[in-house]
């Protein structure tokens, strides 16, 4: 049952798609105030746990921190970080009865989960202008679903999307990218797709290509198709202001950029230098950005990535003044400017929340100040990509995934978890954030894998690759100035031949799980909470996660670990797919085991009385073999298979 | 077996004080070499594990890492970070046999522990001039007594530093910390000590104290000995440039400060603002500067921490000079200078290694540059107090640690682990951090419980508390501007009563396992590795730690786990300390288990056969009452108690 209340006069995210006639009143449930803004309270019961937020940091269970929906470009993701790149403000109580509540708020938005006061949730924004969607349901997975259905299907991938892809921010010339695609061929190590950051373009301008360094675009990304490599180019949301670039000069005569109160185009600098932010938000502008992709896929581009769409701002013109001003006080020895005030104010230049005050969006004709809809940018930058594929490209799907994100952004594109690190605890951050995000709808997702910040160790990547597997988006991604973390970096390279084969081996059975979540508004990964609710550790267990109806996966994330505790809420069999090509499968009876995984093995757990479709090993997604596909796990069991072509039972 | 191997000129850090021949060549063991810098390169079999390095960043296994030891004041301890306050470079490779090599060198050295490529070592420095030891020995543990033998008996502390001590940077009044102890006995939470931060200072100036706020000072010491508390101010490595200051006018004077290659005294600024760092490795300004600590010790002090003494700069007089002429370049708009050289210039101001090379230290007359003994100072500072306690207050026991130190500091005070963060993970690195500190001599050891750095939760410091229950240092430490986290800044204080008073209950056990550790070089804390080198699990079980032969602990450290896994080497009991002030017993047999554990409850595990003294609560150490102390463990284990009268069996 869902119930829609009305808070003040909010703004349309279109977050719900789903018409529901609004009630009257409060929510019957907690405290809802809209003095001093709006607020909503409530007591937890020990017991009560919280899902939900989406991307967010810290547990699956979000009790005991505090949460702020405030897109940020941040990219040190530490534990007390309370802001990421995404906005997703749906959360589920979960204890003896089960309430859902989307907070469709577009600016900034406060989760105080038993952070202040253990016992005590306190939802809160500075504007008492919000829709409020209440859920009940029987259980925290039918909550899901209920809120899955009031916001719209969510984005499919392409096939071959669901292969493995290599990323460096780095890579600059054609020779970089062919080298790339040689080495992981001649290696024999799959790989599907080859990502294109910022240096791709031409002094970072949206829909160039650097003549330079790509002197036939075209029959390069012919070329690469030939090789079964989908090129994948990043889309930045700010436009390059220079004279003579025709999507600066259109954007400015149309009027699509975001202005100032005055009427003057904002200025920014992000990587082209100074920069327009097009006004997502402006129907015609999002028609007319959106519309500018096909300049990409004319010439044959099929792929995506939305990237620094918060929007990301390293300074503002207005940023910018006021630092000079500082470090010219500072150089002339003015008392009242020590250094360290220079370095604060430089500090404070990205990112500040009083450049998102200073620029306005044009929706329908009325200015709307950025930072009370801040939280929308990258989603109506993807969402135009996405409404412009549907004229473009009405009978090919489209691989698109975005950086920032708002819900009702799922409908048209997949998510990255941002600039993550090296670091261990981030593959575990990694997993748990996988359920969140499918109950806010968000399917194809993954981290950079390997860590994009920092410097790798072998034995990292592949144990983040082992959980990689089984991410919709899988992605060995690293930033530029770190240690190189293609697998043929290292040695031993048969390891990572096999641990990346695994996944082509599974996409028979991940691509159909895929399917069968998007069609059906489920979730590809659940916590243990939501499929053995009754079972107190599975429902506290927050390093393991199901997928589907048929497995579990339980990777390890410490290094040096020769394996890890796994708990069993029924019998089940191990299967581990071993360095050699082999499949080990042993049934393990319920309850807590310690299984060993060496660093080139991958470990997943089949259900009791169930079975998965296994193809053998290839090298890319269009060369995995129907024929070569048998089913592992319990004897007799059979499977509800979802291909391109339908469903069918094997 | 201990083998002394000399390369170069070594200088003579005075780490080990046995007297030990210089064997000729090199050690029989990996490749040596002295072209281009010193280095040590040896393979590692798959199984063999690398032991040492004390306070290190990652786990107790080595393995897979880079290690620079090279003291910085960094308080930023994510996982990629390879350099903490101290250098402690001694390491145990531990496989089919076991060898021990201490790198007796005052410089920067890099530990390539599989970092480059997973099976081979590398230990490396710039100047081939050191000292190599190389210990063989039948077990990891044999190694380390055989280490600690030539190392010299490790500091111990007073008895009433086993108990638990507030601090926070903020503290400022003798209003302040009244308060403090006023709320701690009125809640009847034990303490023993009260951490005094910079601010008790007179300007942030060593040896004096801020007469406004304590008009009193020695009046107020004797207050808080009434009440059963110890103060412990903290002492920092500069001392402030000052006219008419003391300890300034006399330094100079006697020419005991760091110098400039052209003789003048070079100046740095820290927290008072310019300053000059005492020349602690010349042993004439060592005694002087010891000597002070006389000042305080006269008003009835008895405990302090050594703060800031890698040594932490600021930024020096070169390095403003350069970074003010950048400023001034680019408010003239110079176009070689962008804004973010401005910002890069700011950031290199500090703790920065050209700053390294322009001081000189005095030794026995010769001038050695600051870099090439660096990781000597906070070793020296806190060696020259402890040098002057052995003469101000030969009778009694001081309690000290640091935050800088190398190898040989063990001897003179403990050490807390610096500035770490009130993240879970944290936890979790106190915990792996221990037996390495305690392998390098290093026992009366803990970390900042609640974490110094970022907001703390109630649940993280109830968790962190419960394992600094063990910790020789059990102290809660925040920083300016987090939020408050003593006790009764949340609900139901009696939790923060009962996990802190099991440390108390504890103390006739920890403290007379200390006193056996000290005094028989024996370790306090032991890896599961050490004691069941033979068990695959326990050996690579980095998560739990033994004390002393009686039991082993197994803290939780996940935000809202019920429990956590457990492995058992053998059967052993499992008692809890209740939130009631109960014990729960159970045994269980060897194997792997899952045990829930409350937040207000403190968990460990007595070995088989084994029993331990525990205590009724008590609010201070003094008012722990000998006559409430029974046997909990085994039925009949006896028990051997090292106690300030002697050793007996109970």
Tied chains: 1, 2.
């Excluded at 009405?394 to 950086?403: A, E, G, N, V, Y």
């Excluded at 979540?517 to 079972?535: E, H, I, R, S, W």
């Amino acid at each position: 049952m869902v119930k829609k209340f009305v808070y003040g006069t909010p703004f349309e995210t279109e977050a719900v798609v789903k018409e529901i006639p609004s009630s009257e009143g409060n929510p019957d449930y907690g405290t809802f105030s809209t003095e001093n803004g709006f607020s909503f309270t409530t007591k937890l019961a020990d017991d009560d746990m919280v899902f939900g937020l989406g991307e967010a940091n810290r547990g699956i269970n979000k009790r005991g921190f505090l949460y702020i929906s405030d897109c940020a470009d941040d990219p040190n993701h530490v534990e007390s970080k309370t802001s990421l790149y995404a906005a997703h403000n749906f959360i589920i109580i979960s204890g003896k009865t089960h309430v859902g509540f989307f907070f469709d708020y577009p600016g900034t938005l406060r989760f105080d989960i038993g952070y202040t006061t253990s016992d005590t949730m306190t939802v809160s924004c500075e504007n008492a202008d919000l829709y409020v969607y209440m859920i009940t349901g029987d259980s925290d997975l039918d909550i899901v679903k209920q809120f899955r259905g009031i916001i719209g299907r969510s984005y499919i991938a392409p096939k071959f999307a669901f292969g493995y892809g290599q990323s460096r921010w780095g890579y600059k010339t054609e020779d970089d990218f062919r080298t790339v695609v040689k080495k992981y061929r001649e290696n024999h190590v799959p790989l599907d797709m080859v990502y294109m950051d910022i240096d791709y373009m031409q002094d970072y301008k949206d829909f160039t290509v650097n003549e330079e360094r790509f002197p036939d675009f075209e029959g390069f990304v012919q070329d690469m198709k030939k090789e079964k490599i989908h090129l994948v180019p990043i889309i930045d949301a700010g436009v390059k202001v220079e004279e003579g670039y025709d999507i600066y000069e259109e954007g400015c005569e149309k009027g699509y950029f975001c202005r100032r109160e005055d009427g003057s185009y904002f200025e920014a600098t992000v990587w082209p230098g100074w920069t327009h932010f097009p006004d997502v938000l402006n129907a015609d502008a999002r028609k007319w950005f959106g519309d500018k992709y096909d300049v990409l896929v004319s010439k044959g581009i099929d792929a995506f990535w939305n990237d620094m769409n918060e929007p990301s701002i390293f300074y503002s013109q207005e940023g910018l003044a006021d630092f000079k001003e500082t470090a010219k006080k500072y150089a002339e020895g003015d008392p009242e400017v020590p250094h360290y005030m220079v370095g604060g104010k430089l500090q404070a230049l990205a990112n500040n929340h009083e450049d998102y005050k200073r620029f306005y969006h044009n929706v329908n004709g009325e200015q709307v100040r950025h930072d009370k809809v801040h939280n929308l940018f990258g989603y109506n930058m993807t969402r135009s990509a996405g409404e412009a594929f549907e004229r473009i490209s009405p009978d090919k799907r489209i691989l698109m995934f975005s950086r920032s994100s708002y819900i009702g952004m799922h409908r048209y594109g997949g998510i990255w978890t941002g600039d993550n690190c090296s670091w261990w605890s981030h593959i575990l951050l990694n997993l748990k954030m996988m359920p969140s995000l499918n109950m806010c709808g968000f399917l194809y997702t993954g981290a950079d894998l390997g860590g994009f910040g920092a410097n790798t160790t072998r034995d990292l990547l592949l144990r983040w690759l082992a959980l990689g597997v089984f991410t919709p988006l899988m992605r060995n991604h690293a930033a530029l100035g770190t240690r190189e973390q293609e697998p043929y970096q290292f040695e031993h390279i048969e390891d990572f031949r096999n641990v990346i084969g695994v996944r082509y081996r599974l996409v028979p059975y991940l691509y159909s799980e895929y399917m069968k979540a998007a069609l059906n508004d489920d979730m590809y990964f659940k916590p243990l909470a939501f499929v053995y609710p009754d079972d107190k550790l599975a429902r506290n267990t927050e390093d393991q996660l199901m997928i589907g109806n048929e497995i579990m996966i339980a990777p390890v994330y410490t290094q040096n670990a020769i394996g890890r505790y796994v708990y069993l809420p029924e019998e089940m069999m191990f299967v581990k797919f071993l360095g050699n090509g082999n499949m080990f499968q042993e049934v393990l009876p319920k309850g807590i085991h310690y299984v060993e995984v060496a660093l080139n093995e991958v470990p997943l757990f089949i259900r009791k009385g169930c079975a998965i479709p296994v193809a053998d090993f290839a090298e890319s997604v269009p060369d995995i073999k129907e024929e070569s596909i048998r089913m592992v796990g319990y004897e007799g069991a059979s499977y509800e298979r979802y291909t391109d072509d339908g469903v069918s039972r094997i």
